[in-house]
């Protein structure tokens, strides 16, 4: 994140501010486009002004039936090195051949470029080539050689790709491009030119809606780690219940998620806030925050509750964000354990009094 200084304010932009005004100086009279480039030279030297941009960018390739993640992607003379901090790896891959850039400049969250690559040539083996070996040493890093072709999906940091509940859906849209079911709710999205002023509205729930969940599950993998979707104790037949209040959230006359309260405790006018945008492509347009403030106000004025609380992963930044322009605080930290390997994520517990 870059701080701009002047004497009126301090202006924040973010990675993907960035990314997206790069991507503007790349392609300077164009807007919401998708560019195919088939010259290598030319790939190279986009990737290098992106990767001198000052945005952080991380990647995610298909590898064999595993997805791996890259947070540094060096242009290098024989190809591209993509460096997997987290587990200490490089996988050197060979020349870009083609690349697929997208820049939507009302959705930047959606921006991306997608690298088509040769498979790394015998001669450009770890051993045989002294500049990658300089580079892992100084990152202390393992290098494999990745001899297969394969696609590369590079996004900013804070990229709706980030999410790791789309980690299953960015590998289809690197293996299929203008194919995948993702690309293609972007551009319903830009043709349909659905702004950030989209006016939502909170209705009830009907038990027909309980079919919207099962739709929401095939777009996010919510299987990889623990995530709330809907109330603890929620019944399909009924969006009123003593432990929870649940309404659905209506955007041009589309369900698109749902807000609830949970646990509430009349007594002490004390309730947990959760909340769902069930379509990923519509994340980071400030639905959830639009929703969130409504569901506020019936707490406040219809519940007659005074004290809300919720939990959220630390690494969802979008969300945690969401809550503070809403007036959450954090009060604490939870790790989270999973015994299946031991593994363990940041819960963060914001509270706010209305």
Same mark, same amino acid.
């Given at each position: 994140?870059? /701080? ?12 993907v501010d960035i990314f997206d005004r790069k991507l503007g100086q790349i392609f300077p009279y164009c807007a919401n486009i998708m560019a195919e480039i088939w010259d290598t030279s030319s790939i190279l030297n986009i990737l290098q002004e992106i990767t001198d941009s000052g945005a952080i960018i991380h990647g995610s390739f298909p590898l064999g039936r595993n997805t791996r993640k890259a947070d540094l992607v060096f242009p290098e003379k024989s190809g591209l090195l993509l460096v997997d901090n987290n587990r200490k790896w490089?996988?050197?891959? %060979? ?18 470029? +997608? ?48 999410? =790791?509940?789309?980690?299953? +859906? ?15 709710? *972007?551009?319903?999205?830009?043709? @349909? #030119?659905?702004? =950030? ?7 009830? /729930?009907?038990?027909?809606?309980? +079919? ?12 990889? *780690? ?13 969006? #009123? ?15 698109? %998620? ?7 405790? =009349? ?16 994340? %980071?347009? %400030?639905? @959830? ?38 007036? *959450? ?12 390997? @031991? ?12």
């Amino acid at each position: 994140m870059v /701080y701009i200084w002047s004497p009126e304010e301090e202006i924040i932009v973010n990675d993907v501010d960035i990314f997206d005004r790069k991507l503007g100086q790349i392609f300077p009279y164009c807007a919401n486009i998708m560019a195919e480039i088939w010259d290598t030279s030319s790939i190279l030297n986009i990737l290098q002004e992106i990767t001198d941009s000052g945005a952080i960018i991380h990647g995610s390739f298909p590898l064999g039936r595993n997805t791996r993640k890259a947070d540094l992607v060096f242009p290098e003379k024989s190809g591209l090195l993509l460096v997997d901090n987290n587990r200490k790896w490089a996988y050197q891959v %060979g020349m870009p051949q083609k690349a697929f850039i997208t820049r939507f400049t009302s959705h930047p969250l959606h921006n991306f470029l +997608r690298i088509y690559y040769k498979g790394a040539a015998e001669t450009d083996k770890p051993e045989n080539n002294a500049e990658v070996g300089d580079k892992a040493g100084e990152l202390n890093l393992r290098i494999r050689s990745v001899n297969k072709p394969g696609w590369l999906v590079l996004f900013p940091l804070g990229s709706l790709f980030s999410d =790791q509940r789309l980690e299953v +859906r960015v590998r289809e849209l690197a293996l299929k491009g203008r194919e995948s079911s993702l690309m293609s709710e *972007f551009l319903a999205i830009d043709e @349909g #030119r659905m702004q =950030q002023n989209s006016k939502i509205e909170l209705i009830d /729930y009907v038990p027909e809606d309980a +079919r919207l969940w099962e739709k929401w599950f095939d777009k996010m993998d919510t299987n990889m *780690f623990q995530t709330i979707v809907r109330p603890s104790n929620f019944s399909s037949n009924s969006g #009123r219940d003593a432990d929870y209040y649940l309404k659905m959230i209506l955007c041009n006359n589309k369900k698109v %998620g749902t807000v609830w309260l949970e646990k509430i405790n =009349q007594r002490n006018g004390t309730a947990e806030l959760g909340l769902l945008i069930g379509e990923p492509q519509l994340w %980071g347009m %400030g639905l @959830g925050s639009k929703a969130m403030k409504a569901m506020i106000e019936i707490a406040k004025e219809d519940l007659a509750i005074k004290f809300l609380w919720v939990s959220v992963r630390e690494a969802n930044q979008r969300a945690v964000n969401c809550y503070k322009k809403n007036g *959450f605080t954090i009060t604490r930290k939870v790790p989270v354990f999973y015994n299946f390997d @031991g593994s363990y994520k940041i819960w963060l517990h914001m509270e706010k009094m209305i």
